[in-house]
């Protein structure tokens, strides 16, 4: 009987599958119907495991393969144990010991396996990152998995076919087309996970032609869109060549859309199909190119615990990008956007103002230099003293403010954030730590980088921005670790990330903490403000008392402050807790004796001395 041929590839692998099942049996015959598998008799139309086989390899989307049987015999059964139970991989050992290969015959293994590799039809999943792939130990223990590339031709999936699906009929604006560009890269990204990978593994690792296809569709789009959109006019303005847009369109997805780096070696790899296209491209990124030299590009150095070299697209440049033609929109309707975006910020509403700080009149005044200094920035413009963009080299530099207030718990840090942005005409945003934390691998640098990238953002977009504010700042920063557990990377990392953000940061972001020595050294050089909150003196303890006690308070015009000002060195978060405490015991009483005495607060504030702090003599400077 004349066998019926198949074209869709999952449904010969489903009839390859079936063969492990059958092992033992002379000839496997399999039922050509949409229940394949089962049990047939003779007069039924069957096809044989070898035809099965035969016919995978001539689907012309396999011929760059040059497959063999036991190479689609590989491919058959990772495809089914990933189908059964999605497991990242499967060892050599394993793999050989179902295709029937004598792994004791090691070397010609490891020859059939290199020649898989090579000809990307597996992947290997090394254990520590930019290791020899092909080395025979690595190959003889790590974990091989199809590549993303010839999975997605068994699904029957073309990339450039997808991807103009999605894409929408017009785009109006360029918030229309960054969505677009957006869902396009992320697609690839999560299809073919060498891209998201890329600086840790090798040129030939990546698949350039991946990449240009997803991204044809984008660029042929926007050549029907020239007069409509910012990107075109940034691109006819700076005149940029193919390879250059495929760069520029690359780091808009990363930087603007998700909030990501990328070095300049992985970019390399992604725009290159070759060594020798690899080689040529390095050029560049080399510091007098011109996309250094017309400032699209910068260039950031991470320090001896990852010596990447990352690239980012300069703040003037995005804000090309970013320029609307239609009516700005009000300040107010952007905050409830970004505040959307990234679940750590929070708005806080207060009322202070700098004269209601109970504080020594030199830290007063140095808040309210803080305060003119951001209000009038042109009378503090120190560029013809030898500061700024042309002595440093940096221009976001010294356009941002950040101040460290540091000192014991209780003193009015935050209070004093909350009251410099009252000055200010500001809203303040405070940046809740825990939130910038995440248990899964890789995910609390994405979510710190993604709350140091908005805050910038908004930064530049926003008429009035706010002031930032990360109280107990020592949980997120802190010294790095030198020594080399997975642990300490992971976290030093991190505090690479944040370093370099504050070192372009162009807004204002205040800083608190009780425990400054827990804050690597390295941040310090990026405070313009470093402020310790002493314990308040007997005058300030004074003024402290009178205002925790509310004149609504019964008894209140009985206390003597006096007294509790001069025994009790107490800062104004204590004689809070105090008097709310000993209110909490009088106002169960009845009668007359509903009020609050002096008994009452000496008693708690007893209760309290022991965590009274001594005033220490700190040489730690002040100041700007």
Known sequence: MKQKSFKNPTDILGIIVKSFEDVGKKKVRVRITKDFGKPINKSQSVISKEKAISSFIS??????????????????????????????????RDICSRIKFNILET??????????????????????????????????????????????????????????????????????????????????????????????????????????QTLEPIIKKLSHNKNRLNINGVIKKYSFNETEIHIILLIIYLQVCKGDDI????????????????????????????????????????NMFDDEVVLRLKLDFVKQLSKQKEEEQPDSTKLTVYLKKVKAFEVIKTEQRIDN??????????????????????????????????????????????????????TGKTYAACAVANELSKDIISIDCTKLHDCY?????????????????????????????????????????????YTSKVENKIQNIILQEMENFAGILILTTNMDQMIDEAYFRRFNLKMRFNLPDY???????ALHLSPNIPGYQNIDINYLAKHYEFTGGQI?????????????????KRELTMEDLIRYSDLELPWQKEKVNDKKSIGF
Not at 59 to 76: G, S
Not at 273 to 289: C, G, L
Not at 539 to 544: A, D, H, T
Request: with cysteine; glycine share 4%.
């Open 576 to 592: 809070s807790l105090v008097i709310q405490n000993a209110c909490t015991e009088a106002i169960v009483r009845k009668g007359k």
């Open 263 to 302: 070095s300049s070696e992985a970019i390399l790899k992604i725009i290159s199909r070759d060594t020798e296209e690899y080689q040529k491209n390095s050029s560049i990124f080399e510091k007098d190119s011109r996309l250094f030299k017309e400032e699209v590009l910068e260039e950031t150095e991470r």
């Open 357 to 410: 700080l109970i504080l020594p009149e030199e830290d007063k005044t140095l808040l309210e230099t803080f305060v003119m200094k951001n209000k009038n920035p042109q009378h503090f413009d120190l560029t013809d003293w030898g500061f700024g963009a042309k002595v440093t080299g940096n221009s976001e530099r010294h356009k941002g403010f950040i101040g460290l207030f540091y000192g014991y718990p209780g």
């Open 107 to 212: 070397n010609k293994c490891l020859d059939f396996f290199e020649s898989l590799l090579e000809r990307k039809i597996l992947r290997l999943e090394t254990r520590r990152s930019k290791a020899s792939k092909l080395s025979p130990i690595n190959m003889l223990t790590c974990d091989y998995h199809l590549s993303s590339e010839l999975m997605m031709k068994i699904l029957d999936r073309d990339l450039k076919s997808v991807i103009e699906k999605r894409l929408a009929l017009g785009w109006n604006n360029d918030k229309e087309f960054l969505y677009d560009l957006h869902r396009s890269l992320d697609y690839l990204y999560s299809t073919h996970e060498e891209f998201e990978q890329a600086s840790d593994l090798y040129p030939d690792d990546v698949n350039s032609d991946l990449f240009y």
């Open 441 to 485: 691998y890789g995910e609390s640098e994405k979510l710190v980088k993604k709350a140091f990238r908005m805050m910038s953002k908004m930064s530049v977009e926003m008429q009035n921005p706010p002031v930032f504010l990360i109280n107990e700042a020592d949980q997120l920063i802190y010294s790095r670790e030198k020594k080399a557990s």
């Open 539 to 545: 005058e300030c303890r004074r003024q402290l008392w």
């Open 59 to 92: 689907l012309p989307q396999f011929k760059k393969y040059k497959l063999k049987p036991k190479d689609v015999m590989v491919i058959a059964f990772l495809w089914r144990d990933f189908l059964e139970n999605y497991k990242p991989g499967i060892t050599l």
